[in-house]
């Protein structure tokens, strides 16, 4: 794995544009902003776009479990002593922990296939 001159990111040979000079051992991210290449001759270059769905899409995907986590956390520190809503916030904690690993494991195909999509 190389390291661009410009960011000093860590990259795979792939990520990085081809050349001699002041172009070599540039990452295509900075090749675009310092006007080596063009951003339609770099197909593996993330833009902004593809940056902020892979984002949310990964968002989507464990988010979920970040908030079951929360959720058990709050519970376990303040949530026994509430009288009336303790029962019912274990409840629904309790079918969410079943619900989640289930909901994971059957969107793993869709996760995948959005993933590819969204890989330039």
Not at 1 to 15: E, F, K, N, S
Request: glycine letters at 8%.
């Amino acid at each position: 794995m190389a390291t661009c001159r410009y960011c000093r990111g860590v990259y795979p040979q792939d990520q990085f544009i081809t050349g001699n000079g002041p172009r070599y051992l540039v990452c295509v991210r900075c090749g675009v902003e310092q006007g080596f290449v063009s951003a339609e001759d770099t197909p593996q270059l993330y833009s902004d776009d593809i940056v902020r769905d892979r984002t949310a899409l990964y968002a989507r995907r464990y988010g979920i479990w970040m908030t079951l986590f929360v959720g058990w956390m709050i519970f376990l520190s303040m949530g026994r002593g509430i009288t009336f809503w303790s029962p019912a916030i274990f409840v629904v904690l309790l079918l969410s922990t079943i619900i989640v690993p289930i909901r994971h494991f059957l969107g793993a195909a869709r996760f995948k296939a959005e993933q590819t999509r969204l890989t330039p």
